[in-house]
């Protein structure tokens, strides 16, 4: 069958250049820029290589942003103390900590120690509890940038069995909770889910949010299933085995290309938006 690639690339494109018109009618009407705030414990290459990522997407767009390194040896009361730096200046529209943290930091109290209506990654429990409530709220990136990308391309999920393969709690979960709120029936497998095999082929969309290379098998996918590959891995793959399951697939995300230029639009995105909200306060 005929499979559709969706293009996150190009959707991120498309949203980033909105930002930058935005930013520009910003600073012509003497309105602030937004700033965004990046902190990352200790010295991770992969982190750095994020953080790095996302300060020059902010440079990009004409975006401020703040970048506060802290040691491998910080503890979690001065990590929170930074935070709380953060929270104070008007200058920061918006707060991300670079996961994960070294296993000395109480990561989940980091998360939360940032307000709420700083949080543009979409962290805290706050954040979470609301999005499950169907409420306005700054959405964990990833998940928001696969919702964006299948609504550009205007696939109805009402419905349809949506299947998770992933619990955490940046991607997995918030995932099922937006799928849930748009009418979808949700299963969420994981490392103990008995018989996956059988759940993924009676899914109409399969997320892979596992971080495994090509965990899920294409013989698993029923034909017409829309994949969403959430993963990168070493060697340009994602967790699902889509060279051979995208022949098979009504639409399917490349790797790389399709989910994580997302990512980082989302964030900047709601960046822009959480600039917006502070100052109509």
């Known amino acids: 069958m ?3 690639v969706l293009d996150g690339k190009q959707l991120a494109e498309k949203i980033k250049s909105k930002i930058t018109k935005e930013i520009i009618e910003r600073e012509k009407a003497g309105l602030s820029v937004p700033t965004l705030a990046t902190i990352l414990v200790g010295n991770d290459p992969a982190s750095a290589t994020y953080v790095n990522m996302k300060i020059k997407a902010c440079k990009s767009v004409g975006m401020g942003s703040k970048y506060v ?3 491998e040896k910080t503890t979690t009361n001065e990590l929170l103390d930074e935070i709380d730096k953060l929270n104070r200046n008007e200058e920061v529209s ?3 900590l670079q996961h994960p943290c070294p296993q000395s930091i109480d990561e989940r109290m980091a998360f939360d120690r940032i307000a709420y209506y700083k949080d543009v990654d979409g962290v805290n429990l706050k954040s979470f509890g609301r999005l499950s409530m169907k409420m306005d709220t700054f ?3 990833t998940p928001y940038g696969i ?3 299948l609504k550009e391309y205007k696939i109805s999920l009402s419905g349809k069995n949506a299947v998770v393969v992933g619990r955490s709690p940046i991607l997995g979960k918030p995932m099922s909770m937006i799928l849930l709120n748009e009418d979808c029936t949700v299963t969420i497998c994981h490392s103990k889910t008995q018989n996956l ?3 993924v082929k009676n899914g109409d969309i399969i997320i892979g949010a596992l971080g495994k290379p090509e965990f899920i098998k294409a013989d698993w996918i029923k034909t017409g299933a829309i994949l969403i590959d959430a993963g990168y891995n070493q060697g340009n793959v994602g967790d699902i085995e889509m060279t051979k399951a995208m022949s098979k ?3 399917y995300t490349p790797v790389p290309g399709g989910v994580g230029p997302m ?4 964030l900047l995105q709601q960046t822009l938006q959480a600039c917006k909200l502070q100052r109509t306060k």
């Open 139 to 141: 959405f964990p990136c």
């Open 94 to 96: 918006g707060i991300l």
């Open 263 to 266: 990512t980082i639009a989302v």
């Open 147 to 149: 919702m964006l990308l």
């Open 2 to 4: 005929d499979s559709i």
């Open 69 to 71: 390194h802290l040691d």
């Open 197 to 199: 095999p059988e759940i």
């Open 249 to 251: 697939s009504s639409y």
